[in-house]
C-alpha cells in the first residue's frame, strides 16, 4: 500500500502512485437535481487485481431513476495528477474540481454531460488532521482510506443517458473517495445534503477495520451546519452509544462529552455496484439512492442534552452492509426515551 508524504495532505490527489497489485482508488461524485427528484452517482477509478490481470479503470454511472452501469477500459486511459490541480481522466471523460465532461460507451449503453460547480466544501485538512481520517491517515497498510473532498456545493448542467437527459440546474453536490486494497467486511455509509436548507450537509460511517492482530468498530460522521462542521470520530474520542441495523435501514447515536449526533437512516430500492477485494472490483455493494436520513445535533453541556439542530436528509446515499452483524448491536431505546 502507497503511503506518500507529498500526498497526505492533498487527499483529493491520486495516491497509487506506481502501484500496479491489490489496489483500488476511486472518487465518488453525487448530484442531485433541483427538484429533489434525481440523483445521479458518477465513480471514476481504477483497479489493479492481486494477479495483476484484471487491471482496468471505470466509470460506474449509477442514476436513481434507472439501471446502473459499468464502463470499463485500459489502465492505460486512466489519468489521475498526483498534485494539483487535482483532475482524474478515464478515457474521454474528466473529473476534477470544476466539473465533470462523462462521455462513455460500450456497445449497450451510452452516458454523456456536462457538469460545473460551485467552489467545494471539503472536510479540513490540517497539519495532524489531514482530512476525515485524522490521524489515522498516517498509518500505513490500512485496508482503506477515505477522504470527504466537498460536503456541499452547487451544480449546473446536464447528463443523459440512454437518451433520457435529466436537468441538474440549481442542483446541490457531494464529493468523496476511497482508496487501498478492500472495503471493510462490514459498514454503515449515509450521505445527504437535500436539507431545507441549503449548506446543509451529512455524511457518516461506521466499519469494522482490521488493527493489528485484531479488528475494531471504528466510526466517523460529520454534520455541517450554518457553516460549521460538527465532528464525531473514532480519533476524536466520540463512540457509539447505540447502533441498531435492519434491512436497508439503520438507527446510530455518535457522541462525545459535548455532543452527540443522532441519525436514523431509511433507505429505499437498492442497486448493487461493484466494489473492491484486494484491488479487484468483484466484490458487492447494496446502494440506495434516494433514502431519507432523519438527523439530531444535541448538545450536552451542562449535564443536559439540549435539540441544537433537527432535519431530514432527502435523496440520501445509503449502504447497510452488516448482514455478519460484525458493528454489533447496542439498543436505541433510552436515546427514544428522551
Known amino acids: 500500500m502507497p503511503f506518500t508524504r507529498s500526498r497526505v495532505w492533498n487527499p483529493a490527489a491520486y495516491q497509487g502512485g506506481s502501484v500496479s497489485r491489490r489496489y483500488f482508488e476511486g472518487w465518488y461524485y453525487k448530484q442531485v437535481d433541483a427538484s429533489q427528484t434525481h440523483t445521479l452517482a458518477l465513480i471514476p477509478g481504477v483497479s489493479f487485481s492481486a494477479d495483476g490481470e484484471s487491471a482496468h479503470s471505470f466509470v460506474q454511472v449509477v442514476p436513481s431513476w434507472g439501471k446502473t452501469h459499468y464502463f470499463s477500459c485500459a489502465t492505460e486511459k486512466f489519468r489521475g495528477d ?107 455509509w449515509a450521505q445527504s445534503n437535500s436539507f431545507d436548507r441549503i449548506g446543509t450537509s451529512v455524511t457518516l460511517s461506521v466499519a469494522k477495520v482490521p488493527w493489528m492482530t485484531g479488528a475494531f468498530v471504528g466510526n466517523i460522521a460529520g454534520l455541517l451546519h450554518e457553516g460549521e462542521l460538527h465532528r464525531f470520530a473514532t480519533y476524536t474520542g466520540a463512540s457509539l452509544k447505540c447502533i441498531e441495523t435492519g434491512e436497508n435501514e439503520a438507527h446510530l447515536v455518535i457522541g462525545d462529552r459535548r455532543e452527540e449526533l443522532e441519525v436514523h437512516v431509511h433507505g429505499c430500492e437498492a442497486v448493487i455496484l461493484k466494489s473492491p477485494v484486494l484491488g479487484a472490483m468483484e466484490g458487492r455493494d447494496a446502494e440506495s439512492l434516494g433514502g431519507t436520513i432523519d438527523v439530531t445535533l444535541r448538545s450536552l453541556r ?27 448491536h447496542l439498543p436505541c431505546g433510552a436515546q427514544d426515551a428522551r
Do not use: C
Not at 489515522?136 to 447528463?159: K, Q
Not at 432535519?311 to 454489533?328: F, H, K, S, W
Open 82 to 188: 498526483p498534485r494539483p490541480p487535482f483532475r482524474v481522466s478515464v478515457a474521454s471523460s474528466t473529473f476534477d474540481r470544476e466539473g465533470i465532461a462523462l462521455d462513455v460507451a460500450d456497445g449497450a449503453s451510452v452516458a454523456e454531460g456536462r457538469l460545473e460547480f460551485g467552489p467545494w466544501t471539503p472536510w479540513p485538512v490540517t497539519t495532524f488532521s489531514p482530512g476525515i481520517m485524522g490521524w489515522y491517515r498516517f498509518v500505513p497498510g490500512m485496508e482503506t482510506y477515505h477522504g470527504v473532498l466537498s460536503m456541499d456545493h452547487a451544480v449546473d448542467g446536464w447528463v443523459d443517458i440512454d437518451g433520457e437527459r435529466i436537468d441538474f440546474d440549481g442542483g446541490r453536490g457531494y464529493v468523496e473517495k476511497d482508496w487501498g486494497r478492500s472495503f471493510p467486511s462490514s459498514w454503515i
Open 302 to 328: 451542562g449535564g443536559r442534552a439540549g435539540v441544537v439542530f433537527t432535519g431530514t436528509g432527502q435523496q440520501a446515499g445509503i449502504e447497510v452492509m452488516n448482514d455478519r452483524d460484525e458493528l454489533g
